[in-house]
């Protein structure tokens, strides 16, 4: 099975603040890849679909960038709204998540 | 505007078989040609596909689950079902349904429903 490793874990931030966020398989997947938000006690919410699309109605300054075996996720300017968990999720060979990164306000 | 809701017990005892039922609303499950599917998070953790469906039947099932899952689907109702057998606490977990946009089970999840939390205990 793909494994991805996302990292950090977590991070602690600024309102303002440019965060990146990566993501890691263990082998390549080509475009294979979407990025989700999830806030507590709510369902994912989908963010970044084929590694850099923007699924409709998600703000700009939301970024995923990357091919093969390394991707990243930036939120340009971070806003209030942007705190929450963040998870990669592949499916070029069957379907798996990365563990998440929880952005925390600094 | 297509929503999805699970239902289904909250608690199910060790050994039995976790059943629960997606309802999906402001669309037909058969006319749109998606696929749909199953995703689990147990407390505190991350997320962990369980499997997928057609609504002609055709299903994919991630290894690690295969044996003990069964996805079907009933487009009379417009829902579609998950079954999981002999399970264990380290079945409890929110369950979610959700649907792949890109008419492939291969696929990202748009659409989700709120999640059901199960537990698994005696």
């Known amino acids: 099975a793909i494994q991805l490793t996302q990292s950090p874990s977590s991070l602690s931030a600024s309102v303002g603040d440019r965060v990146t966020i990566t993501c890691r398989a263990s082998?390549?997947?080509?475009?294979?890849l979407a990025w989700y938000q999830q806030k507590p006690g709510k369902a994912p919410k989908l963010l970044i679909y084929d590694a850099s699309s923007l699924e409709s109605g998600v703000p700009s300054r939301f970024s995923g960038s990357g091919s093969g075996t390394d991707f990243t996720l930036t939120i340009s300017s971070l806003q209030p709204e942007d705190f929450a968990t963040y998870y990669c999720?592949?499916?070029?060979?069957?379907?798996?998540f990365g563990g998440g990164t929880k952005v925390e306000i600094k | 505007q297509l929503q999805l809701q699970e239902s289904g017990p909250g608690l199910v005892k060790p050994s039995e078989t976790l059943s629960l039922t997606c309802t999906v609303s402001?669309?037909?499950?058969?006319?749109?040609?998606?696929?749909w599917g199953w995703i689990r998070q147990p407390p505190g953790k991350g997320l962990e596909w369980i499997g997928s469906?057609?609504?002609?039947?055709?299903?994919y099932y991630n290894p690690s689950l295969k044996s003990r899952v069964t996805i079907s689907v009933d487009t009379s109702k417009n829902q579609f079902s998950l079954k999981l057998s002999s399970v264990t606490a380290a079945d409890t977990a929110v369950y979610y349904c959700a649907r792949h946009p890109g008419r492939s089970w291969d696929d990202a999840f748009d659409i989700w429903g709120q999640g059901t939390m199960v537990t698994v205990s005696s």
């Open positions: 469906i057609y609504y002609s039947g055709s299903t």
């Open positions: 082998q390549g997947i080509s475009s294979a």
């Open positions: 402001g669309g037909s499950i058969s006319s749109s040609s998606y696929y």
């Open positions: 999720q592949q499916f070029n060979n069957y379907l798996t």
